[in-house]
Every structure is written in structure tokens, then in C-alpha cells.
């Protein structure tokens, strides 16, 4: 039984469904960047009406926001919430599938190691994020030179929309790790929603601080940061990757040694 090849099935129409809204959202907010842009000062007129506060933790840059990068970034907060909604479920569902649905027996049950299970189950959920992200930063490049009143940086481009695969990883190995843990989860999509919008809005509140930029993915990269530097905070990277490398080892050594109850 090829695990890898049976769970990347399964998850088939999830993964076209999550490319499909994120790559809508990117058409949807990218298609109103024109009006604005011809009336980019009355727009940044009302958006300096803004306490300062308020438009760091949202995001806005009034002096960039005018360009195809900037609006682009303030954007892709929301779509980048979606994202990270979508690594949220699939790594609480694949990791505590058998559990929910009890068939945990079937599956143990084959001449497999629980590693290989494990293994097996996260490369064909990466591969979907992959598949998702790929076709995402492919569609939204498209729409930027489509929409674009003068050139801009792709390089920049490209960062912010990368961006999402880093936060889809990040959310995907919490996932993971919370489903090995609370195998028991009855809702995934209450649990993913709840865990998500909580780092959204800690990364709002925290995110004031630098310091607090540590506590939420969603602000371990700076988009005004990425327009400017052509890069990533690589402080912020390493954390996020040893957040992942973590999580992930949490996840088999608690797989590998704990109890799974069958039917």
C-alpha cells in the first residue's frame, strides 16, 4: 500500500480548492489596485486619517502603498490568513485522520513502520502545499503584469509571495505536532480557524514591538523590509525553521511511543 501516493489522492480536491480560492483572492484584490492607483492621494489622504497603531498592525504603508509591491503586501496579509488556514487543517487532518475516523487498526496493522506512516503522510501533505504554492506565485505574477501601471520589482514580488509557502510551513508543523498530542480532535476546521486567527491577532497586538514579532508567523516578515532589502530578516527565518525542525521532531518521537487507540 503506497501511503504517500493514497494520502496525496485523498487530499486531491482540498489542494485544488485552497489553489483556487487563494489564487481568486490574489485576482479579486489585485483587480481593484487601477482605480486606486488613479486616485492614490485621496486614498493615502484617508488612510493617514489612521492612527499610526492601527496601520502598523494592519500592515499599511501609506508611502508604498500607491506602488504594485506595496498594495500588494498590505494585500496578502489576507491571503496569507487563508493560507496558513489551509497548512492548519491539512496538518491537524493528516496526522490524526485514522484516530477520528477509527481506522487506526487497518493502518497499523500493515507491514509498515509508524515512521514510514508518519513520513509518508507528510510528504504527500507538502507536496500539496507545494502544488498550492507553486500555481499560486505562477497566477499571481501573471495578474500583477497585468495589472501593473509601471514596472516594478519582481524580485520583491516573488519575496512577499513566497512568503506564504514559510507561513504554510510554520502553521502546517504546529498542525502536525497538535494532532500527534490531541489525536481526539473532533472539529479540525473549529481547532484550525481558532489557532490561526489567534496567532493573526497576536501578530496584530504583539506585533507593535519588535520583540513581539517573535510570537506570531504571520510578522516574522516585514514586507516593508522585503520591498526595500530584497530579502528576508534571516533572524526570523532561522526561528521559524527551528520552530518547524521542532515540531516536527515532537511529532515522531510522540507518534512513534505513544498508545493510538483503534476500535
Known sequence: MNIYLYELKAYRKNTIMWTLALVGLALLFMSMFPPIAKEIDEFK?????????????????????GSVNGYYSYTFLYIALCGAIQAMTLGISIAS???????????????????????????????????????????AVAIANLVANEEFSLTAFLLISLSL?????IMFALGTVLAV??????????????????????GMVAGLEETGRYLSPFKYIDYA???????????????????????????FIVYKKKDIHTV
Open 45 to 65: 489622504k484617508a488612510l493617514e486619517g489612521f492612527p499610526e497603531g492601527v496601520r502598523k498592525a494592519l500592515g499599511l504603508q501609506v508611502e508604498t502603498i
Open 97 to 139: 485522520k485514522e484516530i477520528r475516523e477509527k481506522t487506526a487498526d487497518f493502518l497499523l496493522t500493515k507491514p509498515v513502520t509508524r515512521s514510514k506512516v508518519l513520513v509518508s503522510k507528510l510528504l504527500a501533505a507538502l507536496t500539496s502545499l507545494a502544488i498550492t504554492n507553486i500555481v499560486y506565485v505562477a497566477a
Open 165 to 169: 509557502f514559510v507561513i504554510s510551513m
Open 181 to 202: 498530542l490531541f489525536p481526539k480532535i473532533k472539529s479540525v476546521v473549529s481547532v484550525s480557524l481558532g489557532v490561526v486567527f489567534g496567532f493573526f491577532v497576536l
Open 225 to 251: 523590509y522585503v520591498m526595500r532589502e530584497e530579502t528576508y530578516e534571516w533572524e526570523f527565518m532561522i526561528v521559524g525553521g527551528a520552530i518547524i525542525l521542532l515540531c516536527f521532531i515532537i511529532s
